[in-house]
């Protein structure tokens, strides 16, 4: 059975300290990985989609990594407006699995 | 509209009644996707769609839950006998094609008393 686990569960940091988000997953071969942030009330928001070990991908002060195992979210010197919730997924590469299996999240917050 | 609609936003329903919740994908995408997602959890898949057809309904809990794409845009997810277990944030998302990022909508909340 495809899993997706997060790391940790929630974090505070002070405003530039960097860090990173751990995304742990088992699927029976991987079609994409994707990266969603997602702020309370409202719905995900799509950042990245990684294919393949190895492959990095950044966006602002996000940069997203791959192995085999894992993924990893970097955030750079952060502000506050970066606080949500960060959401992992996978896609399983089999004919007719389109579904996405969810992580449960780590939330996320920057204090000014 | 420029994203995924959602409607309603809100959703407060008594035990044993009938809900329909509605989803407007983004023009031209062939793929559709119902979650749902419990407090502190992540999304749960539901059902997808490509076109008229649901290619994957393997998410669905039980048979009370039931959902239709007629003319491979809007779709609705139909809840019968409602339950206080029924109590989350149903998300629909749409995506190109099956093989592209899914955009999501805000949700709808549904509260079942």
């Known amino acids: 059975e495809d899993q997706v686990t997060q790391s940790p569960e929630a974090l505070r940091l002070q405003e530039g300290e960097s860090s990173s988000l751990n995304c742990s997953y088992t699927?029976?071969?991987?079609?994409?990985l994707f990266w969603y942030r997602q702020d309370p009330g409202k719905g995900p928001e799509f950042l990245f989609t990684?294919?393949?070990a190895g492959e990095e991908k950044e966006k602002e002060r996000l940069k997203a990594t791959l192995t085999k195992k894992e993924s990893f979210l970097h955030i750079t010197a952060p502000k506050p407006e970066d606080s949500a919730t960060y959401l992992c997924?996978?896609?399983?590469?089999?004919?007719?699995?389109?579904?996405?299996?969810f992580g449960q999240g780590t939330r996320l917050t920057i204090n000014p | 509209g420029a994203g995924v609609s959602q409607t309603p936003s809100n959703k407060v329903t008594e035990k044993g009644k009938y809900v329909e919740l509605r989803c407007d994908p983004i023009?031209?995408?062939?793929?559709l996707y119902w979650y749902r997602q419990s407090l502190g959890q992540g999304p749960e898949f539901l059902i997808y769609?490509?076109?008229?057809?649901?290619?994957?309904d393997s998410g669905l809990p039980n048979d009370r839950f039931f959902a239709v794409r007629p003319e491979g845009s809007v779709s609705t997810l139909k809840i019968q006998r409602t339950e206080r277990g029924d109590s989350a944030v149903y998300l629909c998302?749409?995506?190109?094609?099956?093989?592209?990022?899914?955009?999501f909508g805000q949700g709808t909340r549904l509260t079942v008393v």
């Open positions: 998302a749409s995506s190109f094609s099956a093989n592209t990022e899914a955009f």
């Open positions: 699927v029976s071969g991987l079609r994409g």
């Open positions: 990684l294919y393949s």
């Open positions: 997924a996978v896609q399983a590469a089999i004919q007719g699995a389109q579904k996405l299996v």
């Open positions: 023009s031209g995408h062939t793929a």
């Open positions: 769609f490509q076109g008229t057809g649901a290619a994957d």
